[in-house]
């Protein structure tokens, strides 16, 4: 019977555990989020191979240059700021870095230990581990790929927190590192507002008021990112631009009378007073990136304020050269003195004349050239600064200021540039300024393009006539604020087609055709590193005297005990009144006998006056009588002769 029980109870269990269900194993196939990074970390070493040399085509496609700066030439002092605001650079990369993805600095971090020399110069030019140039997957700094940012994902918040506190901390004490007071001002408000997360209006009003010869700009300064430049107002190049503004009253008076009308004559200091020629030793964060290969910066603030990189300009001049012996025709050669005026004078034309701020009064009433011009406004704008000051460049040659050879080089400069700014897209005012230039001045016949040799050919003597033209047509579409003309002039080189703005063929064809042959001869878009040497330690910060320690209150003194009253003195004895003495009778004195009467001194004789001879020129003057003398006696006169021209004086 126990026997059957058992059995039974065995074949329950067994049943049971059978009818349960199995465990079931964990999944071990990868999502699709990870199905790239093991795969990118099983790649063999010739998969590898291609992606170096993805890694090597994308760095070809641009021409690295670098600006070596070494801080011997610096003061001491100025060293010490500079080793303080290289450190702030720094700072200002990683937040801008956190800003584009917050896994950015990890990423940073593992190319620097596990990449390569091509993968860090990449992952420092491009912010980030991928290429831009190709979309290709494989073309990354990383072996396992991260995918792209969408913009959504930002920075955890002590992150950036704590960076922003040490960076308003490296511009306090850099504050206190510089002797010049403009800077101080800027950097301790810029501090301020990083610290306290204030507006940037006022730091940016004392940003434009910079004089000295520091120019440092920091903290959100483009698209919400971080950016940061530091440069030295350079010397000789701010010499030609002072020189420049002494012409300004003459300039200002052609280009009136070239319009026809009376226009506003800005004094001297008023005209690009907020340009600064300088040479730059730091740029970091968006700032680096996004201007990378430019020669001029002009960063948002109230009034903007524009920045000439004197030191990119002059290191441009062999690939400007190199590209003007490709699209020019002639014996012009573009020279570093050509390329620097004409930049110099551009600028200064765009505070010559109209401008888009400009009051002036239409059909419709008292507006401005921006809001009658609308968006070709900025375009318009930048069309009669090119313009104009190629038109004023002939008036200098007509008036013996500048030579024939220097002419001719000042105007294949500005016709080079205006096909080096056609190289980089048409979305920007500047380059569709750069497309109309070159499309009116080929109708006017002033240059000329040959599709057999590929360049372009510049006639002097129509160019000034044509300059002369063009210039008095711009300026009187923007005073007059006539949108109508505005738009007709666009139309001569653009057409809208397909949702897309295209090129008229005659400025397209010779743009493509330049990017095709600059290409084959190896000359590429430069972008430009800065490169430091020579810094020393950063100074160290200032010890704030500590504050004193407030004194231990001082224990209450115990009372005194009070003294016992003094016994009162017995009053003294008065003393008997003293006797008054007997007044003692005074002698009368005798009188005093009087003087004998003094006798009277006799009466003194005349002297007759001595005979001279009467004096022609001369009146003769009465003699004068003399005092007598008390303590001599009176001597007789000797005998004269009478003067019977005058009569002897009266006793």
Known sequence: MNRSVNLALVVGLCAAIAACPAPQKPETTPGPSKLREVAAATLSEEADRDRKGLITAELLQKEERPLVFSAKSLEPADAGLLALLQQAA????????????????????????????????????NQ?????????????????????????????????????????DLLQQAAEATTDQTLQRYLRARAKVLASDAAYRESDRLWVALDGRWDVAVGLLESGRYGMIAALEDAGAKAALEELR????????????????KLPRPKPEQVAAHLRVVTLLLASGQTRKAHAGATRLRLPADPQKTLLFVDRLRALIPTRQARAAQVLAGQAQVTEEATLQDALLLEVCRDLGPHPGMEIQTKQGKTTVAQALGDLAPVIDDLKARLVSLWLTGELRRRNQVTEEQLDQRFASAILGLVEQLQGGLQSPRARAAALALGSLADAKAISYDDASGRWSIDGRKMRRALKDLSRKIVTLELTGDRAGA?????????????????????????LRAKERFMAEGIRPVIFVNELRDLPAAPARRAK???KKPEPP????????????????????????????????????????????????PPKKPEPAKAKKPNKTKKPEPDKAKKPDKTKKPEPDKAKKPDKTKKPPSP
């Open 545 to 547: 005297k500590p504050p």
């Open 554 to 601: 001082k224990k209450p003194e115990p009372p005194k005990k009070p003294e016992p009253p003094k016994k009162p003195e017995p009053p003294k004895k008065p003393e008997p009144p003293k006797k008054p003495e007997p007044a003692k009778a005074k002698k009368p004195e005798p009188p005093k006998k009087p003087e004998p009467p003094k006798k009277p001194e």
């Open 487 to 511: 738009e007709k002039l666009f139309a001569t080189c653009f057409a809208e087609k397909g949702g897309r703005l295209q090129l008229a063929d005659r400025v397209d064809r010779p743009r």
């Open 90 to 125: 720094a700072v200002v990369e990683e937040l801008n870095l956190l800003q584009i993805d917050p896994k950015m600095l990890d990423y940073r971090r593992q190319v620097e230990e596990q990449g390569t020399k091509d993968d860090r110069r990449l992952f420092g030019r």
């Open 246 to 261: 002494k012409n300004v009253p003459r300039l200002a008076g052609w280009l009136g009378y070239l319009a026809g009308r």
């Open 128 to 168: 980030g581990p991928w290429c831009e140039g190709n979309m290709d997957v494989r073309c990354c700094t990383l072996r396992s790929v991260p995918p792209r940012p969408s913009g959504g994902a930002a920075a955890t918040e002590p992150a950036v927190t704590s960076r922003v506190k040490k960076l308003a």
